[in-house]
């Protein structure tokens, strides 16, 4: 008897149930299932120039389940890396308590940065999940895509993350956290189970503070039951010291075409407000086919949320906002409805507006460092002063070619049109 208890209380889990991983499924049904049934898996990945930040064009792919080996092969595989430093980014929905703890730990020791994100493997596309995890267990620097954008980092994931001398939880990634439990049989297993979740607890919260965390993290943690999942804001993840960069944005990232809906892309950036830049905002560009020979170029942007009566959706907001590189200048309509927020955070607003204009012209833009948006609110309305952020452009070029493929535009003739030719009706 004692042997079965002791070996219960060893499996101090973190994971996610499966009902409260449907409440925010990270990534496609099919990634997601093959992520929550595998164990923790590590490989070594590459992308374009600054596919994973300024910079950074390699790193440690790292997704599964934080099983009961994953701290051993994630030292051993350490081994096998010796020598090079790179970040490693998660993509997983949690595990076993315990290893999530050793693999931050082992982040911590060698100075380590940590992400979420997906990695997706050229490799991989179109092929077969035997296919695909035979090649990630290869041992080879695979080709790959970076993807922040729908990744998640659940439970236990995030003991792991918070290990990390820098962490970085892009615009769009999620981090979930909740409860642990150890399961248990009958009475005698009962008693065993809640001293080991006691323990843990203690170990958890010294943790925490030893990691430079926020205290704060681990009443939040309390709070959730086991059963369910609480998703940080941006906010929360910089109250916590999980991620306190005033400012972040993703790459120009393709949303693949799927029988229904053409290919279309995306670009998202956090950045911080307020006297003590402790308040962050989500916006969202996104270009997707428009009428023949046109692109739709839609902005969507977070709109705080008031002391007071909260936005409300189906209002109106009134905003001058325009786009500019170079020359290439665009300007969006000024009247708004309020909706609720699509890839920021639940609970939250957005205002969005959208205009058309022609490929040729937003391959214009590519030729230039970085895209500037400037916003000027109605003073009656929200009375804040005029907001200007600089987009990075890079991987706009290589998205463009894959949003005229999918759209089936007409590959570009002649040269860039200036703006005193370009046609009033796209409102340039």
């Not at 600089?390 to 759209?407: E, I, M, P």
Request: aromatic share 6%; net charge positive.
């Amino acid at each position: 008897m004692l042997g079965r208890v002791l070996a219960i209380a060893g499996l101090l889990t973190g994971a996610l149930p499966a009902d409260a991983i449907a409440q925010r499924a990270p990534a496609t049904p099919r990634e997601h299932v093959e992520i929550e049934r595998s164990p923790l898996l590590f490989y070594l990945a590459k992308g374009e120039p600054n596919a994973c930040g300024p910079g950074c064009s390699e790193w440690i792919a790292a997704e599964g389940q934080f099983d009961s080996g994953a701290a051993e092969r994630f030292r051993h595989f350490l081994r096998q890396t010796s020598g090079r430093t790179l970040p490693i980014y998660f993509y997983s929905p949690g595990g076993l308590t315990d290893n999530g703890l050793a693999v931050g730990r082992m982040l911590r020791e060698r100075g380590m940065t940590a992400g979420v994100a997906r990695t997706i493997p050229e490799g991989c596309i179109g092929k077969s999940e035997t296919v695909c995890r035979t090649l990630k267990r290869s041992g080879a620097t695979l080709q790959a895509r970076w993807r922040g954008i729908n990744a998640g980092c659940n439970s236990s994931c995030v003991y792991a993350l918070i290990g990390a001398r820098v962490r970085h939880v892009p615009p769009g990634a999620r981090v979930g956290i909740h409860t642990s439990k150890v399961p248990y049989i009958g009475e005698w297993e009962r008693l065993f189970a809640n001293a080991q979740l006691a323990s843990f607890n203690l170990e958890l919260r010294n943790y925490i503070h030893e990691m430079g965390i926020n205290d704060d993290l681990y009443g939040a943690i309390q709070k959730v039951p086991f059963e369910k999942v609480h998703i940080l804001s941006r906010n929360e993840i910089a109250h916590f010291r999980i991620d306190t960069s005033s400012f972040q944005e993703t790459p120009w990232t393709v949303v693949e075409a799927s029988p229904t809906q053409r290919a279309s892309v995306i670009k998202l950036f956090t950045h911080a407000e307020g006297v003590r830049q402790d308040e962050f905002r989500t916006s969202l560009v996104r270009l997707s086919c428009g009428e023949p020979s046109l692109i739709n170029v839609r902005y969507e942007r977070e709109l705080a949320l008031d002391k007071g009566a909260p936005p409300k959706p189906g209002a109106t907001t009134w905003a001058a906002i325009s786009l500019a590189a170079g020359p290439v200048g665009l300007s969006f309509p000024k009247a708004s409805p309020i909706s609720k927020a699509e890839l920021v955070d639940a609970g939250h607003v957005t205002d969005g507006r959208t205009v058309s204009t022609s490929l040729e012209i937003l391959e214009a833009a590519t030729s230039h460092p970085t895209i500037d948006i400037l916003e000027t609110d109605s003073a009656a309305e929200l009375g804040h002063p005029p907001r200007a952020f600089k987009l990075s452009t890079l991987g706009l070029s290589t998205a463009l070619d894959a949003l005229r493929k999918s759209c089936g535009a007409n590959p570009p003739v002649g040269r860039y049109v200036p703006r005193e030719h370009r046609k009033p009706a796209l409102r340039f």
